[in-house]
């Protein structure tokens, strides 16, 4: 059983379209997060959500829109894409919302905008 | 503001060697967490260190946490090709679940 599901695997878009990636956890953590990996392989954080409430809101531009709609499902919208959004971007999730505690990650959604 | 520093960010040895990886902050963490990351996966969580001076060992791999909990190494004895990957450094604080991680250190193992 995967424990932290992504779709899609890859999505290839043009530069002004709207997409959204889907992120599910099984394990029945309370907390998930969004990061970005770069080509540099940087990963840094996006958002948090804990029992479906927002805890971290980095600056990242208000193009990009979380949703929870259930504390087991954390997904991410995006707006008007441009080049600079092209990186892999990982759900995660953590038990309860705290930085000793493992963080459970997605295999990643490898977007390219063109 | 990158917090976490790595180093070195590549490193390519032969199977059998030893090797060590640095993390390093001027900033205090009340936690520290090293992942592995394999091409097309994600992270996956290898230690947590939270004391200063923590050691902790799991098979072949040493984690130390520094005493001023503002650095910590990795250390691999005996390297093989199934250690090859991205090492990540992720240091955490005490109120918040938030993670700073490092650039990672990209090892290479050659049989």
């Known amino acids: 059983d995967t424990a932290v599901s992504q779709t899609p695997k890859y999505l290839v878009t043009q530069m002004g379209n709207d997409k959204s990636i889907k992120c599910e956890q099984n394990?029945?953590?309370?907390?998930m997060y969004w990061y970005k990996q770069d080509s540099k392989k940087f990963l840094k954080i996006m958002f948090s959500?804990?029992?479906?409430?927002?805890?971290i809101n980095e600056t990242v531009p208000n193009r990009f829109s979380p949703k929870s709609p259930d504390k087991a499902h954390l997904n991410l919208h995006i707006n008007s894409l441009e080049l600079g959004d092209s990186a892999v971007y990982f759900c995660a999730s953590s038990q309860v919302a705290g930085s000793y505690n493992e963080q459970f990650f997605g295999p990643g959604t490898r977007l390219t905008v063109l | 503001t990158q917090l976490l520093e790595q180093s070195p960010q590549f490193l390519s040895i032969q199977e059998g060697e030893n090797l060590t990886v640095y993390c390093n902050s001027s900033?205090?963490?009340?936690?520290l967490q090293w992942y592995r990351q394999e091409p097309g996966e994600g992270p996956v969580l290898l230690v947590t260190v939270v004391t200063g001076g923590e050691v902790k060992k799991l098979k072949r791999l040493t984690f130390q946490f520094g005493d001023a909990r503002k650095d910590s190494s990795l250390h691999i004895t005996a390297a093989q090709p199934g250690d090859t990957g991205l090492y990540l450094c992720?240091?955490?604080?005490?109120?918040?679940?938030?993670?700073?991680f490092g650039e990672g250190t990209q090892l290479t193992v050659n049989p």
């Open positions: 959500y804990n029992n479906k409430e927002l805890i």
């Open positions: 900033s205090v963490f009340s936690s």
């Open positions: 992720a240091g955490g604080r005490t109120s918040g679940s938030r993670l700073t």
């Open positions: 394990l029945g953590h309370d907390t």
